[in-house]
């Protein structure tokens, strides 16, 4: 045998350029955060491990504002975490009602139907909200097992109000599902108060993180459905009756858990609970009015109204006759500045900001407020 060379293409040294991320995700991570995950891994049933996956699920629980025993971090990215609350609770024939108002309430139609859920929708044009009243007429007439919201639409900028939603669902003997992808650290979140079933997360938007472990959580109502299942769950990985005999007191193995992004969300989550919850989304509040106040003296205006409008991400119209997709183009290659374009209903129209985490700062506002008056 010999060995074929042809693959043999020796890449040069790995170099990542600086940039600003200020798109949707991922954002910047937190240099506490990078150091965290330059520590050597260990087993992921060593004592210490075990110690610190508790540590993590203990801060989860603070983030999200639950006491939900079954709060763990999935291994996977955002669309993991999505996945496992439909896959955990959705069976055949169930009936699931998504509010979708942007592109992320539609990857939760796609997600909900192939878990054989009978899938129905609401629809609001994007950038706008469903008012408790258009929510109780759905769940009059759809009488679903689930009804699923996205609190944080990052294909809109558009926060979800959930006041009253949960008692709702209680009425209907319904889940509540929540998308908290582009809240989670950013934005005021009570899950247990608003009376949410699931929800999930990531860690590269709001907590300033690496993408890659996702936080997950779910309810005892949630935990009761799951129990009662009929079928078995039909995704072994995220399948929460097997994960929990790991996160849970019996530490059996499943799979292995990508230890140094435990390592690098617990610090980020260590971050946040040493700034405190108020103190974080006060200061996502601040730096997302400066840079609303920036852009009208700019002459740009944002795409959704402020009483819904999200401080971790902000649409901007793009002005009549100004190529969208070239000024960001732009203010990357020139000022090494990311910033997102739109998608779905929006795309070619917007422009996507994310002011996240780490990332929400007033330096960088200012920056690229800067940058933006001079490409444009
Ligand atoms: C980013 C995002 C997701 C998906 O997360 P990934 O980490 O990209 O898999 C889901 N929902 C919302 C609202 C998001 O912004």
Redesign the pocket.
Known sequence: MTINDTHRIIPPQLNVPPRLLLG??PSNAHPRVLQAMAMPPIGHLDPKFLELMDQVQTLLRYAWQTDNAMTIPVSG????A?EATLANVVEPGDVVLVGVMGY?GN?LVDMAGRYGGDVRKLTKPWGEVFSLEELRKGLEEHRPAVLAL?H???STGARQPLEGVGELCREFNCLLLL?T??SLGGVPLFLDEWGVDLAYS?S??GLGCP?GV?PFTMSPRAVEKLNKRRTPVTNWYLDMSLLCRYWGSDRVYHHTAPVNMNYGIREALKILAEEGLEASWKRHQSTAELFWNGLEDVGLTCHVDREFRLPTLTTVRIPDGVDGKAIARQLLLEYNIEIGGGLGELAGKVWRVGLMGYNSRPENVLLLLAALQRVL
């Open positions: 949707p995700g990215t955002g669309s993991a999505m992320f990857r996205v944080a639409e990052t998308d992808v582009t990531c590269q938007k993408p996702s």
